[in-house]
């Protein structure tokens, strides 16, 4: 996917000043918080779930290499045909590899972030081979040639009309107005394909080590129908969603929809294990899982590897007064919100994304939220750390923490220093007590005002009250 | 009992006040409380902005100023938050310095929550005439978890009322740096807030930490709002006489 993160600020202020975007992050506002908070008081032992699927996760991570292997010995012992990705190129290469070695014309994809992260669907095309999109937000935004912009509700940012415009004009057909006749509409567009297609594309939200099977979450159906219909089937996903056991699935999965879309379950969980075997009805002749490193192995061993938790439910992006304001595009890259904030600078380069880790209050409603206690504000921080030492923060922002470190050291500079720049303050906030303006601080003047100080400091109005 | 009180480098500053309430609210529920004259700030400006050395020289200085004491208390949630949360993980080679950090941390409280939990204040001789929207801050929320403990006390001023906004839960947008460095988006969190407490009619937006509210009452005095008040809770509980200040 094009990267834009390193125009976070423009991107952001577009975003601000955009009001279909505004309108309709407004209208989706707290649906996901609300339905969370309702479902999850069906679970009376939430606390004690959370910390045994953030166990489950950190042994998977701090085995990764054993549990990966054993997953593929299980893999390819149900005969599925494990490729192993260092790098993003390498996920578009195996992908054409495969489909050209068995004569692939058309693709039907179902959810894939790991695809958006190598820009799977332009390498494909490229190749002269058709892909096309078949989950309903992702469908929509192939035609709309937009990129994600959440990464459960990939067309979150997009309202009813759009939508119905965008049919209207792709299908040839009469506006709908409502979204049952929408999704209709995106049915019988989508069957042909679906029948015709020689090659599947799916994502995985999980591998089972001690099966070696896929695990697929989704409401969608077209999950199924990608995974079944086709000849070949694919699936693409990162290294770091293997679960060691079943077991240790059906503790996350109690989190991962519940944190997710606020369901007790989705409406599918399908677990693919290898390709049709003697007398199943039905499935593919081949199964192929490429597992995508690109980044993820660089985050092991480091304070970051909690960053690789992650279950991929965005509930921490619903619950960012940050996302909620600027929408996921702003980030720039493929996963938005606070676990973007972090994902993206440690997969494609810090000074790429520098300013996705400030991107936060650190308020920390990420962090209550998320169902595998990722400290997300924590990781940030590190992250920020990061830029501060490689010296990637501008130079006044460095040299301005350095001055305050220094000053607030001295408590006698302190108190000369803050007692004259109160009184000066003071004095430019005249009748009103405000400042409308403060130079090098235009950030904060734009678009508030900055109360003037009292005028002396609390230590010096109580040194003279004691003496 | 003897208390430190620690002011913080924003209300030494900007809202003095805040500071002689802190301490009228201490002093009147019995305790020996002493302001240590070289104390500055907690270290959370360089710290959240990637500086850990500003953390440490700031813990280091906190140490030494407020070793002695039973309890140190703050009026923010943000600084107390600084202080017990981080603190103790800034040496992890010097478990010494860990130790006394860490039992100092301890005893530091954020000033609703010391008054409730710890010295277990059930009258306040205190009036406030209007109704009060009452904004969570962050830090004292989530870390701290400050939530009851301002709302008991505003229960025991005479003539509060207490009218919640749709979201108190909800950053404002002030974050430290951040309302620089990205002040485009602070200022829409803050109207946010604005709006959501301004819909309630109350008289006063009142929280617990300066930065919220200097972020919140910035963005009310832009938009044209001269007349709603924004307080911090000590001047609540404190009442309107706070002597010279
Ligand atoms: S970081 Fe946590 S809350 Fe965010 S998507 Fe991942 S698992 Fe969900």
Redesign the pocket.
Known sequence: MQLTSFSFKSNVRRKLIDPLLQRNMKRFGGRFVEARAAVMTEVDNLETIRVAAAAIRDRSLANLDSYLLAFEEQALARGSRVHWAETAQDVNRILIEIAQSNGVKKIVKSKSMVSEESGLNDAVEAAGIQAIETDLGEYILQLAHEPPSH??APAIHKSLEEVAALFSENHHTPRQTDIPALCREAREQLRPHFLSAEMGISGGNFLIAETGSVVIVTNEGNGRMVTTLPRIHVTITGIEKVLPTLNDFSVIVR??TR??TGQSITNYVSMLTGPRQEGDLDGPEQSHIILVDSGRSRLLGTEMQK?L???????????CPVYQNIGGHAYGWV?P???GA?LTPSYVGLKNALDLPQASTLCGA?QV??????P?PELMRVLREKSFEQGLRPWHERLSIRLWRGVANRPHLYALMTQMGVRVLSLLGGKKKLLHHLPGLDGWTDGRDMPAPQGKTFRELYRKRRS | MRVGLFVTCLVDMMRPRIGFATLKLLENAGCEVAVPPNQTCCGQPGFNSGDRESGRVMARRFLADFESFDYVVAPSGSCTGMIRSHYGELFPDDTALQHRLNALSQRTFELTDFLVTVLKVERLDSSFQGTITYHDSCSGLRELNVKHQPRQLMEQVTGAQLHEMSKPELCCGFGGTFSIKLGEIATRMADNKCQDALATKADAIVGGDLGCLLNIEGRLRRLGDDTTQVLHVAEVLAGPELGQV
């Open positions: 990464i459960i989190l991962l944190s997710a960053a938790r992650c279950i991929r439910c965005g509930a921490c992006m619903n619950h996963y919100g606070p676990i972090i990420c939220v998320c169902p595998v206690k990722i997300l």
